[in-house]
């Protein structure tokens, strides 16, 4: 990764946003992980901070990673809070201070504003220009998307010939089996809670896994992803317990793969994401289930499991899709009391359409 060429991308930002300098983190949720830190400089623990100014960089973090700091961060000086300076040390006087306004609370926002009053610093919140640098993938991204779509196909093929017991355990008891053997395959955990769901309770869109058995002669939607190397997969497949699944099921199946064929082979470089939401949405609502796909085609991913842009009807969210984006492609219909089916894949997206990077079989409804 060209850590020093993504800094350089943000500074030329600065005059088009009016600031002599930006703040990277995350400051309203500093226990987890600074995606946009680690972006920019490839640091991976969770408290990291990324001073960039017209002519430097600096990172900030504490004690309890510096040895790891000095190991992951190559492109720019690196500083222990309270050991060498602090943040409001390094911002220049009469200077106006970028902060990505949807990573920094009120009250924080406050507080630094307070720290840097007697600099005559202007603290000034920005759109997340680093998220924007972000939807579009480089190669080496992309690759690391695939090698971890790659887990998520081996995983596949692992829950339906060998994991799925039926009759003799629950939804529970998949979903950790899937967990852990996503470790023993490679991945370093899960890029979010694994979605395991049978029965009607496949009707709910993001279905919490039950201590209810999986039984035969029923359906089962399994949503699962990764962590490798700092980047995730997401896939769904749904299938079918036992050897007769019912025809209306079958139905609805084929329906949600005709959208999601659809949205694949049609989308290009240079259309919008509402427009590529609209590719899906139309196969569902001409087979008259337009009501029951009721969320979004398709989300970014990346260093994070949800990122732009997002793939949606709502003309807000729309977003140009350009080549080397990366996202989800996944319809789905759900009917309260009989069941739901989404099949979702990752999309590159290339100068000709999309490059599909996930392998699991999908054509027809597979039988357990």
């Known amino acids: 990764m060209d850590y020093k060429k993504r800094i350089e991308r943000v500074r030329e930002k600065f005059s088009e946003l009016g600031i002599d300098a930006l703040l990277v983190s995350d ?7 600074v ?27 504490d004690g309890r990673y510096e040895i790891q700091a000095g190991q992951e961060v190559t492109c720019c000086e690196v500083h222990i809070m309270s050991k060498d300076v602090t943040i409001a040390d390094a911002v220049k006087e009469n200077s106006t201070l970028g902060v990505i306004g949807d990573h920094i609370t009120v009250t924080n926002l406050q507080r630094f504003e307070s720290s840097l009053s007697k ?57 950790a089996e899937i967990e852990y053997q996503m470790k023993k395959l490679g991945a370093s955990g899960p890029s979010f809670d694994t ?32 962590y490798l190397d700092g980047y995730v997969s997401d ?11 019912n025809e209306e099921f079958e139905r609805i199946y084929r329906i949600v793969l005709e959208a999601q064929k659809t949205a694949e082979t049609g989308v290009k470089p240079g259309m919008t994401t509402v427009e590529v939401d609209k590719l899906a949405r139309d196969v569902i609502a001409n087979n008259g289930h337009g009501d029951k796909f009721v969320h979004s085609l398709g989300h970014g991913v990346g260093l994070n499991i949800h990122e732009a842009p997002i793939v949606s009807s709502r003309p807000e969210t729309a977003t140009e899709v350009r080549e080397n984006m990366a996202f989800t492609v996944e319809p789905g219909i759900y009917i309260e009391g009989f069941g739901g089916v989404r099949i979702e894949d990752i999309v590159v997206i ?3 359409g999309a490059e599909v990077i996930t392998k699991s079989p999908k054509e027809e409804l597979i039988k357990i």
């Open 195 to 226: 979605i395991v769901a049978t029965g009607d309770h496949t009707a709910l869109p993001h279905a919490k896994p039950r201590r209810v058995v999986i039984k035969n002669n029923t359906p089962l939607l399994i949503d699962m992803g990764v």
């Open 235 to 245: 896939m769904t497949r749904t299938v079918w317990i036992g050897n007769h699944p």
């Open 35 to 61: 995606p946009n830190v680690q972006y920019l400089t490839g640091f991976t623990g969770s408290n990291g901070y990324l001073l960039i100014t017209s002519d430097d960089a600096i990172f900030f973090t």
């Open 27 to 33: 400051l309203s949720r500093p226990e987890q992980s």
């Open 350 to 352: 290339r100068a000709d």
């Open 119 to 175: 600099k005559n610093v202007t603290v000034k919140p920005v759109k997340n220009i680093v998220m924007d640098l972000r939807k579009v993938k480089d190669e080496d991204e992309i690759e690391l998307i695939r090698k971890a779509q790659a887990i998520t196909d081996r995983l596949f093929e692992l829950i339906i010939n060998e994991l799925v017991r039926p009759e003799k355990m629950t939804e529970l008891d998949l979903a």
